[in-house]
T-cell receptor, first 111, second 119 residues
Framework: RKEVEQDPGPFNVPEGATVAFNCTYS??????FFWYRQDCRKEPKLLMS???SGNEDGRFTAQLNRASQYISLLIRDSKLSDSATYLC????????????FGTGTRLLVSP | GAVVSQHPSRVICKSGTSVKIECRSL??????MFWYRQFPKQSLMLMAT?????????EQGVEKDKFLINHASLTLSTLTVTSAHPEDSSFYIC???????????????FGPGTRLTVL
């Protein structure tokens, strides 16, 4: 079983749509959680950290359910520029130490 | 702008040769640098963690004699793929952990990656 599992997609949505991605992780001792964004053939870039209380950054909302070992990302009012692969990332440590990446969920936003 | 650079961005080499990839943190000192590998349609996999001035810690299944890591300064780490073979062809990405410009948030910044093709 992979340590971090994601639906690979692709998710095809029109501009303006709301889309949600889910992720599950196997290590119950995980301490830190993140969503990264990776454009084709580029490096991953941090989108947001995920906190137990849930957090929001503009059109992006992240939720963490430790009991179910489940993380989600909600994107509202999708833009064409949101097209990318979204990586669910988990760390057994606090902060940015060893990061374990999911394979990513691909999002395609069309006009 | 970029905070971590990698060089070269792309390299094609013959089987049996060695390839060195440089990773530099720009504008900050990186106490720790990480090396990842990503095969097509797969996730980034951590290969090793390197701390300045000490030996790298390799993940299970990564051969330390094949992937030589040197972290000579707080801004430079190198990965050398020795005696490269076609199965080593991959996207190698480094990252550096640190704080930018007096900030108080410790973050891991990724380099742009190096695409290695071994013929």
């Amino acid at each position: 079983r992979k340590e971090v599992e994601q639906d690979p997609g692709p998710f095809n949505v029109p501009e303006g749509a709301t889309v949600a991605f889910n992720c599950t992780y196997s290590n119950s001792a995980s301490q830190s959680f993140f969503w990264y964004r990776q454009d084709c053939r580029k490096e991953p870039k941090l989108l947001m950290s995920v906190y137990s209380s849930g957090n929001e950054d503009g059109r992006f909302t992240a939720q963490l359910n430790r009991a179910s070992q489940y993380i989600s990302l909600l994107i509202r009012d999708s833009k064409l520029s949101d097209s990318a692969t979204y990586l669910c990332v988990v760390s057994p440590n606090t902060g940015f130490q060893k990061l374990v990446f999911g394979t990513g969920t691909r999002l395609l936003v069309s006009p | 702008g970029a905070v971590v650079s990698q060089h070269p961005s792309r390299v094609i080499c013959k089987s049996g040769t060695s390839v060195k990839i440089e990773c530099r943190s720009l504008d900050f000192q990186a106490t720790t640098m990480f090396w990842y590998r990503q095969f097509p349609k797969q996730s980034l996999m951590l290969m090793a963690t390197s701390n300045e001035g000490s030996k790298a810690t390799y993940e299970q299944g990564v051969e330390k004699d094949k992937f030589l890591i040197n972290h000579a300064s707080l801004t430079l780490s190198t990965l050398t793929v020795t005696s490269a073979h076609p199965e080593d062809s991959s996207f190698y990405i480094c990252s550096a952990r640190g704080m930018l410009g007096g900030g108080n948030t410790d973050t891991q910044y990724f380099g742009p990656g190096t695409r290695l093709t071994v013929l």
